[in-house]
């Protein structure tokens, strides 16, 4: 059964405000999100880290139907992206799994199973989904840097609540924690990995590292007003 629990009022709750990706080629990397449909949602950095296999993480679009999810697919696919999982229908609704040419995996999936309008390239919802190897104490680790969970289910998964952003800032992209293992199979791919993830995270008032390895930064302070 899931639960909903809560953290203890802060002045200014912790989320995850921005995540970024870093990449060997700055600008192929900036070519292939532009032409993918989801900028808005990372930010780049140009970084030569080792890193093999699994990386551990995956960022998911959540979109209205399967004609929107196959025409982010192809889009991805057209910019330079593997298909790892064809998208296809399963027991929760449609998705397929590109990885990306910088390495990062995108799950793309709606849970209608039926268009009920044309495709569009709007996305309902992104979520940044990280594998971890025990939830509950991930999850408790987060909930004490100061993060809200909104869903829980048991050891095998956890949500939290998602930033709120006014009109015209990048979008919102959601945390939530799986099971590292679990995570790779849906994706398609082996579990072994090593070295750097290749993804930071940022949202909350001080730099730390989980204990997963995903580091996270404090958020840059506003750049001061031109005169």
Not at 60 to 88: I, R
Not at 117 to 142: H, M, N, S
Request: include cysteine; charge should be neutral.
């Amino acid at each position: 059964m899931a639960t909903t629990t809560h953290t203890p009022a802060h002045t200014s709750p912790a989320s995850l405000a921005f995540v970024t990706l870093e990449v060997a080629d700055l600008e192929a990397a900036r070519r292939f999100y532009g032409a993918f449909g989801v900028g808005a949602y990372v930010r780049l950095r140009a970084c030569d880290a080792h890193s093999t296999g699994f990386r551990g993480f995956t960022l998911g679009l959540t979109v209205s139907g399967p004609a929107t999810v196959d025409g982010f697919v192809a889009a991805a696919v057209d910019a330079g992206a593997t298909v790892l999982k064809p998208a296809a229908k399963s027991l929760w609704g449609y998705g397929g799994v590109v990885q990306a040419p910088d390495g990062t995996i995108w799950k793309i999936a709606t849970s209608a199973k039926k268009d009920t309008g044309p495709a569009t390239r709007e996305i309902d919802e992104v979520v940044l989904l990280i594998g971890v190897e025990d939830v509950k104490a991930t999850r408790q680790f987060y909930v004490g840097r100061g993060l809200t969970v909104a869903k829980s289910f048991g050891g095998k998964y956890a949500e939290f609540t998602a930033a709120e952003f006014t009109a015209g800032e990048s979008g919102t992209v959601k945390l939530a924690l799986y099971k590292r293992r679990a995570l790779a199979k849906d994706l398609g791919v082996p579990a072994d990995g090593s070295g750097s993830h290749r993804i930071v995270l940022g949202g909350t008032p001080e730099a730390f590292t989980d204990p997963d390895g995903f580091a996270w930064e404090a958020p840059e302070p506003p750049a001061p007003a031109q005169s």
